[in-house]
């Protein structure tokens, strides 16, 4: 129930293109969902997240997409740049505590010239 | 600039020793993190301290000791009982009680185990 699901592994996407990483969860009592993004060599770090009272947050060309009812959120990049290939890891917690946050396997985005 | 500085960036250990990953932070938080990364797989809690002189073990602490003596400083000891030990280590730290959650991660440490 700790277990948070993304897809897919991987993704190759042409630039100007749409990625879309979706990610599911069982523990209703997650409240925190936030997206981290790293690139080869270095550390994750937060690109945007969302809370469960809301559907959706925009920031820039990176939009989360939250359904509660399915327990299911996704992160869409809008006109995807080579800049965008790095690893993004969605997640999950209980009260924002860090100890309690739950990482999915991550997406290794690729963005094609 | 305000940051977490882990140190080394890559590091070989034989079977049978114990190595120390360092981390630093100048951020002033109370919380201070260890997690493991493995390919295609999600980061993994080892340890965690919200507090000088106090550290909790996390899902996969078997293997790994910590200490938290300085606000600043939360050393990660690999010891000879982890079975797998070749991964990359990441230390991160927040602010206890934080709205927003955020963690900030290092730029990692890469231990192989020749």
Redesign the interface.
Known sequence: QQQVKQSPQSLIVQKGGISIINCAYENTAFDYFPWYQQFPGKGPALLIAIRPDVSEKKEGRFTISFNKSAKQFSLHIMDSQPGDSATYFCAASMGHYGQNFVFGPGTRLSVLP | DGG?TQSPKYLFRKEGQNVTLSCEQNLNHD?M?WYRQDP??????IY?S?IVNDF?K?DIAEGYSVSREKKESFPLTVTSAQKNPTAFY?C?S?I?G??????F????SRLTVL
């Open positions: 977490i919380a993190y295609g797989q999600g980061l993994r809690l965690y919200q909790q996390g990441l991160a927040s206890v934080a709205n927003t959650g955020e963690l991660f290092g730029e990692g």
